[in-house]
């Protein structure tokens, strides 16, 4: 059984990228058959990346890993003997997730001045007042409207004098993906800005907003830049069995526990009651001493039935609005498929002839796949209420919410207020209104994970 495998992208070749072939050998390969087994077993991967910084060009490389939590473990702790030599990110993907933060204080362009302050101490003192605010907040939240108890994982990489940092994951949360984390964290945070100007998203960047998109890169715990080795991210304070790590130092040997509940796409589930003994025994012997199952990112397409077992139900916290646009701004890379492949034909022929007066070319992958894009010949534009001389319009399509807008590619009409507006149901009937309304449905979830997962390339 193989455990893990690399690519890094090779130069040229604009046709693939190693992510890509990362989630299809994780895919392929987290399905595998056991000795004395007719069935399979499916097993968790991870998604991440290493940097490396070239010696005389100061060039960075990335290296993309997939990898079962197991090799992961035994790789991340026994490459280098010190932080300084480890340059690792968890890639996020485009399934289930803890809720988490990453805080970012530039004192360059979030200046004392700006917020009342005198000097860098208070700021500090602020910004402080502000994310333990949150993180109760968020504490709150969880426990109050979804009856679950989580605990922050608190970790810091300060730069005394230029910049304050801080990534905070929570242990024991779970959201459906990463883009329903930060439509909630940007909820949360316009609940507190009026007591905690820091928490402001209009004035102020601490609470980095564009984390929450899929295929975003966040650095490990006990890693460091590979452009800035001497920084690393270390505990500050967390669950209390893991105390004793805070400001432990750089050398020191890692915990795998703290490490595996620091990351956001690996996500512990309570055992299921409802599994047999003997079933018990070989999710305990595939998933290690713990007996605790694991869904990540790539995890749940393949393994439908782990998620029903343990009653997985991801909390959904979406709501569209126009600011969702920074959604085509933000999002990831475009990754044109230049045909109908990726998605049901007979889906993409209904969405072409429902938008038939804009004359369709061709529908492709939008937003990591949270969205469609219908590239049109039409220059009818809605927005600028004529037809422009050499603009298309195209339509985005939301396909959590089923909603779906005209756009421009004239400069003039970018930044104009779309108008959303809703499917007929009787389109999205079969893909999506049962992969929204019910993907709290465990049975439901592979679903629309199917459906994301086939679009995001
Ligand atoms: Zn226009």
């Not at 046709?15 to 890509?20: A, I, K, V």
């Not at 024991?172 to 964290?185: E, P």
């Not at 605790?292 to 039935?305: I, R």
């Amino acid at each position: 059984m193989i455990h893990s495998k690399s690519f890094v992208k090779e130069p040229g070749n604009e046709n693939s990228h190693p992510l890509r072939e990362c989630y299809d050998w994780a895919l392929e390969h987290c399905q595998q058959r056991r000795d004395n087994d007719e069935g399979t077993m499916n097993t968790p991967m991870l998604m991440f990346v290493q940097k490396s910084v070239h010696e005389h060009s100061n060039y960075v490389t990335r290296r993309y890993y997939a990898s079962t939590l197991e090799s992961f473990l035994r790789f991340y702790s026994g490459h280098g003997s010190c932080d300084t030599e480890r340059h690792f990110d968890e890639v996020v993907g485009c399934g289930p997730c803890k809720a988490f933060l990453d805080f970012d204080l530039d004192f360059g362009r979030e200046t004392p001045a700006k917020f009342g302050c005198q000097d860098i101490d208070e700021l500090c003192q602020k910004a402080e007042d502000a994310t333990s605010a949150l993180i109760s907040a968020i504490v709150e939240y969880h426990r109050h409207s979804h009856a679950v108890c989580v605990e922050p994982i608190i970790m810091k990489a300060h730069r005394p004098g230029r910049k304050w940092s801080k990534h905070v994951v929570f242990r024991g949360s779970l959201w459906h993906d990463v883009t329903h984390v930060g439509a909630y964290i940007k909820w949360q945070c316009q609940q507190l800005a009026d007591k905690y100007p820091l928490l402001e998203q209009r004035s102020c960047k601490m609470v980095d907003q564009s984390v929450y998109y899929y295929r975003r890169c966040f650095r490990m715990y006990r890693s460091s830049k590979a452009t800035e080795p001497s920084r690393s991210f270390t505990l500050e304070s967390g669950p209390a069995e893991y105390e004793w790590h805070a400001n432990e130092s750089a050398n020191r040997s890692i915990n795998d526990r703290l490490l595996i509940d620091s990351l956001i796409t690996a996500v512990p589930l309570p055992k299921p009651d409802s599994l047999t003994e003997n079933e018990s025994d070989n999710a305990a012997s595939e998933m290690g001493e713990e007996q605790q199952p694991h869904v990540t990112s790539t995890f749940l397409e393949a393994a439908p039935h782990v998620a029903a077992l343990v009653g997985l139900q991801p909390i959904q916290f979406y709501k569209l609005t126009d600011d969702d646009q920074t959604l085509s701004r933000r999002g990831p890379r475009r990754a044109d498929l230049g045909s109908n492949a990726f998605c049901d034909p007979d889906f993409a022929r209904e969405l072409q002839d429902f938008f038939s007066d804009q004359q369709p070319e061709r529908v492709v992958p939008f937003a990591g796949g949270n969205m469609l894009r219908l590239d049109c010949r039409s220059r009818q534009c809605p927005l600028a209420l004529r037809v422009h001389r050499s603009n298309h319009v195209y339509v985005l399509v939301n396909l959590l919410t089923g909603d779906y807008a005209i756009h421009c590619y004239s400069g003039a009409c970018r930044d104009q207020r779309k108008q959303w507006q809703k499917l007929p149901p009787d389109i999205f009937a079969e893909h999506l209104t049962s992969a929204r309304d019910n993907c709290s449905d465990a049975q439901l979830l592979p679903s629309l994970a199917r459906v994301v997962n086939m679009m995001e390339w």
